[in-house]
């Protein structure tokens, strides 16, 4: 799964990247803790264009009737998400880009706990796929999303058995919706060159830990 992951790069920049529309109230990074059910920064597609706006990670079935009436969905996996009744539909019509600089993950010595960063070998930003989805009960109203993951292969699989969907350049728009069908093919795992992963240090364990070093190699 992916639990917790850093966004670096400014809204100002993602929006040239993405060739993205920016709202007016984006989340503020850099975020080098980004924990589920924050607003994070996700790239969308919109009758006027692609759109970079903010969403809650942590996707709300239209059934909830409050936020916290079922499971915290922060992920969704790529071998079901055709199928499950929470997915589907979004999977269809509602796919997202989720920009990072990378992602951590953990393995475990003993007891403990013990945090890799996992970002792209060729030092340029991590997207990850997903999709999202608006929600409403009264008052309440929320666009939340969901990181679409894959069964994990090479190194990545020694840490842990899952990883994030990792769209290079070429797949972002196949991904959003804009050239046609066929963004089932791109639910692979990144293989081996494509990432590159070290160990930080535990601070980033606790969610109140925010700073750069803890994305810092031990």
């Not at 930003?125 to 008052?139: S, Y």
């Not at 081996?192 to 980033?204: F, G, L, S």
Request: charged letters at 25%; glycine letters at 8%; a negative charge.
């Amino acid at each position: 799964m992916c639990g917790r992951f850093a966004v670096t790069l400014p809204p100002d920049a993602m929006a040239q990247l993405f060739a993205a529309a920016p709202a007016n109230d984006l989340p503020e990074v850099p975020e080098y803790n980004v924990c589920p059910t924050t607003q994070i920064n996700v790239i969308s597609r919109a009758d006027t264009g692609r759109r970079l706006s903010g969403m809650r990670w942590g996707f709300l079935p239209h059934w909830y009737k409050t936020p916290t009436d079922g499971p915290l969905l922060i992920n969704a996996r790529a071998e079901t998400i055709a199928e499950k009744p929470a997915f589907r539909a979004a999977c269809r019509e509602r796919r997202c880009l989720i920009p990072s600089a990378g992602f951590y993950e953990w393995d475990r010595a003993g007891d403990t706990k013990l945090p890799w960063f996992i970002h792209r070998a060729d030092g340029e930003p991590l997207v990850m796929a997903g999709i999202w989805q608006d929600w409403t009960r009264g008052d309440e109203s929320f666009t939340t999303c969901a990181i679409v993951t894959i069964e994990a292969t090479g190194r990545m699989a020694e840490i842990h058995h899952r990883i994030p969907v990792i769209l290079g350049p070429d797949d972002w728009a196949l991904w959003l919706g804009e050239d046609g069908k066929g963004a089932a093919r791109l639910m692979t795992a990144a293989p081996d060159e494509v990432i590159e992963m070290y160990r930080v240090d535990t601070a980033v364990n606790s969610n109140r830990e925010h700073g750069p070093e803890l994305i810092a190699p031990l």
